[in-house]
Nanobody, 125 residues
Framework: QVQLVETGGGLVQAGGSLRLSCAAS????????MGWFRQAPGKEREFVST????????YYREFVKGRFTVSRDNAKNTVYLQMNSLKPEDTAVYYC??????????????????WGQGTQVTVSS
């Protein structure tokens, strides 16, 4: 089992920045690809970004490219999501997730085995 805890959410004005952290316990994160997803009220959970086990491969949804950066520190068992130039439409609960799949990166919710409880990000206009 992997337990994931997200921190770093909060209220920020449009154009501001936040850095989300996802700390893992139970197993080493280096065995997993990691993903960030978000869910706004009344909407389905959607993919934001993913990073492979070593950090050498990343992938982003188009709407965050150039603004968000995913990274990981396996020695600290932590994954990060740096979010810059935030927009009101980025408002959502952000979740990190771990995937044991070894065949590339996935954008699908169903491909992730473990999930954190989420952290709220609110961007005011």
């Amino acid at each position: 089992q992997v337990q994931l805890v997200e921190t770093g959410g909060g209220l920020v004005q449009a154009g501001g920045s936040l850095r989300l952290s996802c700390a893992a316990s139970g197993r080493t994160l280096s065995n997993y690809a990691m993903g960030w997803f978000r869910q706004a009220p009344g909407k389905e959970r959607e993919f934001v970004s993913t990073i492979n086990w070593s950090g050498e491969m990343t992938y982003y949804r188009e709407f965050v490219k150039g603004r968000f950066t995913v990274s990981r520190d396996n020695a600290k068992n932590t994954v990060y999501l740096q979010m810059n130039s935030l927009k009101p439409e980025d408002t959502a609960v952000y979740y990190c997730a771990a995937s044991s799949r070894t065949s590339g990166l996935s954008t699908l919710v169903a491909h992730y085995d473990y999930w954190g409880q989420g952290t709220q990000v609110t961007v005011s206009s």
